[in-house]
């Protein structure tokens, strides 16, 4: 045990070193560091601020209850010592593989609210109540060519989360954002976190609370000229009418989409499906490209595991 202790000290200095220099260098606060660099050590782990989240993937590890608890114990401490982050400010939780409505539950009360920066913007953190923060990290360069090009745009955000794809189109003065989710705590997030930006608008933005397929299928043609579409890979939740598996369904999915785009309209698609298979033949579109490297940021590069694309009608 103690050479794989040493192997994960190691590993975790030396990436920590190098990703904090750029990350400090680009001004960026919130970034991954770990990401089950060593499989004897299933976490991924990022840093926000001044604060640390780490995640344990659910292993067959064969350890009895006591070997365990050193063994994350001990993990702690090591991750204490090399980021240097006082212990309370790092938050733990157990992942498993998800399912459908597990996405949207809550796992704890405790409220650790934070506002992280990105990109001059602000965004609303929670590192404690779920599994997911409120901000994917993997995004980050993502939601900055959503500023870059929605301005003026209609813009519609579905399976928004916590909205941070309608911020950042707020920020590129798109003309009107409506923002799509089936949780009804996302939405208010989303609005929470626009509103602490000081662009919210009544006027310009709605939010709908409504199953995604099923909003789908009443979208008018020529609605929207930016459609930013990130689904879960598969969901079965109560609240929906059908299951959606992403592989199985993406070409129905992105094609209503397409429908709803007007002329020049343009989708950004992007799935986290490890297997994903793009079949581009058949996406009613003049374009379809594989934007996935340039919207790697630098703390992802080598383990990002989604895919995007940029798809022009």
Request: glycine residues 2%; proline residues 2%; aromatic residues 12%.
């Given at each position: 045990?103690?050479?794989?202790?040493?192997?994960?000290?190691?590993?975790?200095?030396?990436?920590?070193?190098?990703?904090?220099?750029?990350?400090?260098?680009?001004?960026?606060?919130?970034?991954?560091?770990?990401n089950?660099?060593?499989?004897?050590?299933?976490?991924?782990?990022?840093?926000?601020?001044?604060?640390?989240?780490v995640?344990?993937?659910?292993?067959?590890?064969?350890?009895?209850?006591?070997?365990?608890?050193?063994?994350?114990?001990?993990?702690?401490?090591?991750i204490?010592?090399?980021?240097?982050?006082?212990?309370?400010k790092?938050?733990?939780?157990l992942?498993?593989?998800?399912?459908?409505?597990?996405?949207?539950?809550?796992?704890?009360?405790?409220?650790?609210?934070?506002?992280?920066?990105?990109?001059?913007?602000?965004?609303?953190?929670?590192?404690?109540?779920?599994?997911?923060?409120?901000?994917?990290?993997?995004?980050?360069?993502?939601?900055?060519?959503?500023?870059?090009?929605?301005?003026?745009?209609?813009?519609?955000?579905?399976?928004?989360?916590?909205?941070?794809?309608?911020?950042?189109?707020?920020?590129?003065?798109?003309?009107?954002?409506?923002?799509?989710?089936?949780?009804?705590?996302?939405?208010?997030?989303?609005?929470?976190?626009?509103?602490?930006?000081?662009?919210?608008?009544?006027?310009?933005?709605?939010?709908?609370?409504?199953?995604?397929?099923?909003?789908?299928?009443?979208?008018?043609?020529?609605?929207?000229?930016?459609?930013?579409?990130?689904?879960?890979?598969?969901?079965?939740?109560?609240?929906?009418?059908?299951?959606?598996?992403?592989?199985?369904?993406?070409?129905?999915?992105?094609?209503?989409?397409?429908?709803?785009?007007?002329?020049?309209?343009?989708?950004?698609?992007?799935?986290?499906?490890?297997?994903?298979?793009?079949?581009?033949?058949?996406?009613?579109?003049?374009?379809?490209?594989d934007?996935?490297?340039?919207?790697?940021?630098?703390?992802?590069?080598?383990?990002?595991?989604?895919?995007?694309?940029?798809?022009?009608?």
């Amino acid at each position: 045990m103690e050479d794989k202790f040493t192997a994960f000290e190691n590993r975790l200095r030396k990436v920590y070193k190098h990703l904090s220099k750029i990350a400090r260098k680009q001004q960026v606060v919130c970034y991954r560091i770990y990401n089950v660099d060593l499989p004897e050590f299933p976490f991924i782990i990022d840093v926000y601020k001044d604060c640390v989240y780490v995640s344990e993937y659910k292993s067959k590890h064969k350890l009895s209850d006591e070997d365990y608890k050193n063994w994350l114990d001990t993990s702690i401490q090591i991750i204490h010592e090399i980021l240097e982050v006082d212990t309370s400010k790092i938050y733990l939780k157990l992942r498993e593989r998800q399912k459908g409505k597990q996405q949207y539950e809550k796992i704890e009360q405790t409220k650790s609210e934070m506002i992280v920066p990105e990109n001059g913007l602000s965004f609303i953190v929670n590192l404690s109540d779920y599994l997911d923060t409120g901000l994917f990290l993997d995004h980050r360069l993502t939601r900055q060519k959503v500023r870059e090009i929605a301005t003026g745009k209609k813009v519609l955000n579905l399976f928004a989360y916590t909205g941070s794809f309608s911020v950042y189109a707020a920020a590129g003065n798109a003309q009107t954002i409506t923002t799509v989710d089936m949780s009804r705590t996302y939405l208010t997030w989303a609005k929470r976190n626009l509103s602490y930006n000081k662009l919210y608008d009544e006027k310009k933005h709605t939010f709908i609370q409504e199953d995604v397929l099923q909003f789908l299928k009443k979208m008018e043609p020529n609605s929207y000229d930016l459609i930013i579409l990130d689904p879960p890979t598969f969901s079965n939740s109560k609240r929906m009418e059908s299951e959606l598996d992403i592989q199985r369904d993406y070409i129905d999915i992105i094609n209503k989409c397409m429908n709803a785009l007007t002329d020049t309209g343009q989708l950004i698609f992007s799935t986290n499906y490890r297997g994903f298979k793009m079949d581009a033949e058949k996406i009613n579109a003049t374009s379809v490209k594989d934007i996935t490297k340039q919207t790697t940021p630098f703390d992802f590069e080598g383990k990002l595991r989604r895919v995007c694309y940029f798809i022009e009608k």
